[in-house]
């Protein structure tokens, strides 16, 4: 059954490709963002779809909440501050963006007795981890304003969820990459900056000797993920979800984009630390990922 469905965040990056599948689901779905980071360009190629209506407003105001929940059945909230440098100059604007902001649409979910809520959670809150692959009951370690925040959302919603019966999910999200990442910012994830960097001719930096590894995924499994969320029963009204793939890491100079036949005249630039990879194989719920690993760089 057709649903009416906001999606926080709806101009980024993922929510974009959420808010795309939504439609597709055959869904109604309300963006709300305040543009600071998403653009209404990634919704281009949707303008003028009868069941898509976009605000312009921000999730810390609690009125322009009130209003958009009043017909609403499910809430993605994606909306956020995410850039980790940033974040430590400028630790209460993340705070604002990140916990009040998630507070004030948490509240207004309850009250408008939403059937569904997903958060988009970080797994920066792990920091640097004793365990690989991560479990979700790893300790938390926030080394950034940034990963202290979305991990003060994500508590945030599992008290809503605890204490108010909110039906809620959260998803710990794992360095997201695909179509329409950004490439500018202060900190970037690597395939966006190697992006900016083979569109600007340049060579890729890669930092380090290239033995780190990483776990990314892929944009499609993200919203795979969180679409399936809308209608997951449970006995419990929280759950968090570890959202990455659970295999073999491959590292950068293996995979390679520096050096793969996707960008054939690209070369890798000085090695300063960070071989980063994607790990390739089954997904959280032992799906096959949508793309593989060389199809996705």
């Known amino acids: 059954m057709p649903k009416r469905v906001l999606v926080t965040g709806g101009a ?13 689901d055959g869904h109604e779905v309300s963006v709300l963002d305040n543009f600071s980071t998403g653009c209404i360009e990634n919704l281009s190629h949707l303008s003028g779809h009868a069941r898509l209506h976009i605000e312009e407003g921000d999730v810390t105001d609690s009125r322009l909440l009130a209003e958009l ?12 501050l995410a850039d980790i440098v940033p974040s430590v100059t400028k630790p209460l604007d993340y705070y604002r963006a990140n916990v009040t902001g998630t507070a004030t649409i948490v509240e207004a979910a309850r009250q ?16 640097i981890p004793s365990i690989y692959p991560t479990p979700e009951t790893a300790d938390i370690r926030p080394h950034y304003p940034y990963a202290l925040t979305k991990y003060l959302g994500e508590q945030l919603v599992m008290h ?5 019966g909110l039906p ?29 960097q083979k569109l600007a001719g340049q060579p890729f930096t890669i930092v380090g000797d290239g033995t780190q590894t990483r776990d990314f995924t892929f944009v499609t499994d993200v919203v795979e993920a969180s679409s399936r969320q809308r209608c997951r029963r449970s006995r419990k009204k929280f759950s968090m979800w570890d959202r990455g793939t659970r295999t073999a890491s491959i590292s950068l100079s293996d995979c390679s984009v520096a050096r793969s036949p996707i960008f054939p005249s690209a070369q890798a630039s000085l090695v300063v630390p960070l071989r980063i990879l994607r790990r390739s194989g089954v997904c959280w719920d032992g799906r096959q990922p949508s793309r593989s690993r060389k199809e996705s760089v």
């Open 12 to 24: 980024g990056f993922i929510g974009s490709h959420l808010v795309e599948r939504l439609l597709h």
């Open 69 to 80: 929940l009043q017909s609403i059945d499910w809430v993605f909230h994606l909306a956020a």
């Open 112 to 127: 408008n007795r939403v059937q569904r809520f997903v958060y988009a959670a970080s797994s920066s809150c792990y920091g």
């Open 160 to 164: 809503w969820a605890q204490v108010y």
């Open 168 to 196: 809620a999910v959260s998803l710990r999200l794992f360095n997201v990459f695909g179509p329409r990442a950004r490439t500018t910012g202060s900190y970037g994830a690597v395939f966006g900056v190697f992006l900016a």
